[in-house]
């Protein structure tokens, strides 16, 4: 049996750390071991049981602390990671002893490690050289559906990571049950990006025409080469779950043998504000 990992990626706050707990104790219930990595510097509390601990080998509070480096929030975490990716020892000897598990890694969210810092690819470099099997998770949270602009910079941030590390990549979009109106989250499932920045930016008189016109352009982008695609998720629906960890499998598996799985589709059966229920038709998984 290969060895199976998942890259939890995502702004703060989206909800990473949530989302790995989720997981393992769903897996637990199924009686499938699912072991969680912090590589968080600055992670203060998660309720997961966490196999390995970046803290153990540094923090960020002894960078902080340090009166000669004197580090700020952000200096100080990018110092962490890079310390990581130059003792990758450390990881390789505490997972040796894990042969056939299944490993999630609960990552940082600071943008500067996956656009122009080489840190999360020694990691994945490291993580393929162990023999395991790499799916990248990007959770948005899903208060970025609310205004076009920051649907836009979280669909740009997703492709980032995509470009970056090359890996099986799967977009969720988290804390579904906190939109006033499942319509927002319908829109993003099943219509095109240009169709949401249109809906978003009709009628604003506000925004300048270039930046308008910049919008449908990257709109267009995503749209013409069907980049980035997201799966809805909210805190203890199984089901979603489910769904989320099937597209995982589904993307880490490989060889025509392989079972394939028909994802459900998403039916918008109700727009009414405060309704936040999420139907799907087809079979299950």
């Given at each position: 049996?290969?060895?199976?990992?998942q890259?939890?990626?995502?702004?703060?706050g989206s909800?990473k750390?949530?989302?790995?707990n989720s997981?393992?104790?769903h897996?637990?219930?199924?009686?499938?071991?699912?072991?969680?990595?912090n590589l968080?510097?600055?992670?203060?509390q998660?309720?997961?049981n966490a196999?390995?601990d970046?803290?153990d080998?540094?923090?960020?509070d002894?960078?902080?602390d340090?009166?000669e480096?004197?580090?700020?929030?952000n200096?100080?975490?990018?110092?962490?990671m890079?310390?990581l990716?130059?003792?990758?020892?450390?990881?390789?000897?505490s997972?040796?002893d894990?042969?056939d598990?299944?490993?999630i890694?609960?990552?940082p969210g600071?943008?500067?490690?996956y656009?122009?810092?080489t840190?999360?690819?020694?990691?994945?470099?490291?993580l393929?050289?162990?023999?395991?099997?790499?799916?990248?998770i990007?959770?948005?949270?899903s208060?970025?559906l609310?205004?076009?602009?920051?649907?836009?910079?979280g669909?740009?941030?997703?492709?980032s990571?995509?470009v970056?590390?090359?890996?099986?990549?799967?977009?969720?979009?988290?804390?579904?049950?906190?939109?006033?109106?499942?319509?927002q989250l319908?829109?993003?499932?099943?219509k095109?990006m240009?169709?949401?920045?249109?809906?978003?930016?009709?009628?604003?008189?506000?925004?300048?025409?270039?930046y308008k016109?910049?919008?449908?352009a990257i709109?267009?982008?995503?749209?013409?080469?069907?980049?980035?695609?997201?799966?809805?998720?909210?805190?203890?629906?199984?089901?979603?779950?489910q769904?989320?960890?099937?597209?995982v499998?589904?993307?880490?598996?490989?060889g025509?043998d392989?079972?394939?799985?028909?994802?459900?589709?998403?039916?918008?059966?109700?727009?009414?504000?405060?309704?936040?229920?999420?139907?799907f038709v087809?079979?299950?998984?």
């Open positions: 049996m290969p060895r199976l990992a890259l939890v990626m995502g702004p703060a909800g750390s949530t989302y790995c997981v393992q104790r897996c637990e219930m199924l009686r499938r071991t699912v072991h969680v990595v968080d510097p600055a992670a203060e998660f309720q997961y196999l390995l970046i803290r080998l540094i923090s960020i002894d960078v902080m340090d009166e480096l004197r580090f700020g929030p200096g100080g975490l990018i110092f962490c890079e310390h990716a130059q003792n990758l020892e450390w990881l390789k000897e997972l040796d894990y042969d598990d299944y490993v890694f609960d990552c600071q943008i500067e490690l656009s122009h810092l840190v999360m690819e020694k990691i994945v470099d490291c393929k050289s162990m023999g395991f099997e790499v799916c990248g990007f959770v948005m949270d208060q970025f609310v205004d076009a602009a920051k649907l836009v910079s669909f740009m941030v997703a492709l990571n995509m970056i590390l090359e890996l099986p990549h799967i977009n969720i979009v988290n804390k579904i049950d906190l939109l006033s109106s499942k319509k319908y829109n993003l499932l099943e095109s240009t169709e949401v920045v249109e809906e978003h930016l009709d009628g604003d008189e506000i925004l300048g025409k270039r016109k910049l919008n449908h709109a267009g982008i995503v749209d013409d080469y069907s980049l980035v695609r997201f799966l809805p998720l909210e805190r203890d629906n199984e089901d979603l779950l769904d989320v960890l099937t597209h499998e589904m993307a880490l598996s490989s025509d392989q079972e394939h799985f028909e994802p459900r589709e998403f039916q918008e059966n109700d727009n009414d504000e405060g309704n936040t229920n999420v139907g087809g079979p299950g998984l």
